[in-house]
Nanobody, 123 residues
Framework: EVQLQASGGGLVQSGGSLRLSCTGSGYSFSSYAMKWVRQKPGTELELVAEINKGGGSTYYPDSAKGRFTISRDDAKKALYLQMNSLRPEDTAVYYC????????????????RGQGTQVTVSS
């Protein structure tokens, strides 16, 4: 059974930082691209960051570029998202997700998604 467990969310003031972590199990973690997606109330799922198999390539939409950094540690079967300069509009539930591909797709689509972690940024 594929399991993805995200953690590290919380309440932070505008301009602050958070580091999200995710551990994967039940599949070959290193064999797939991984991504962080988020969902704000009443909106569709949004891609936040994506990293390819091996970690040599990353992608960020404009909303995250320059502020967020995605990384992976395949030995630990872990995915991370360092979020700096947080804004109130970053408030959402954040999910780590496994892609169906080894390469970056630049979409919020996924094969498996874990339980999310709430990030709340106060102004």
């Amino acid at each position: 059974e594929v399991q993805l467990q995200a953690s590290g969310g919380g309440l932070v003031q505008s301009g602050g930082s958070l580091r999200l972590s995710c551990t994967g199990s039940g599949y070959s973690f290193s064999s797939y691209a991984m991504k962080w997606v988020r969902q704000k109330p009443g909106t569709e799922l949004e891609l936040v960051a994506e990293i390819n198999k091996g970690g040599g390539s990353t992608y960020y939409p404009d909303s995250a570029k320059g502020r967020f950094t995605i990384s992976r540690d395949d030995a630990k079967k872990a995915l991370y998202l360092q979020m700096n300069s947080l804004r109130p509009e970053d408030t959402a539930v954040y999910y780590c997700a496994r892609s169906g591909s080894q390469t970056i797709r630049r979409t919020a689509t996924y094969t498996y998604r874990g339980q999310g972690t709430q990030v709340t940024v106060s102004s």
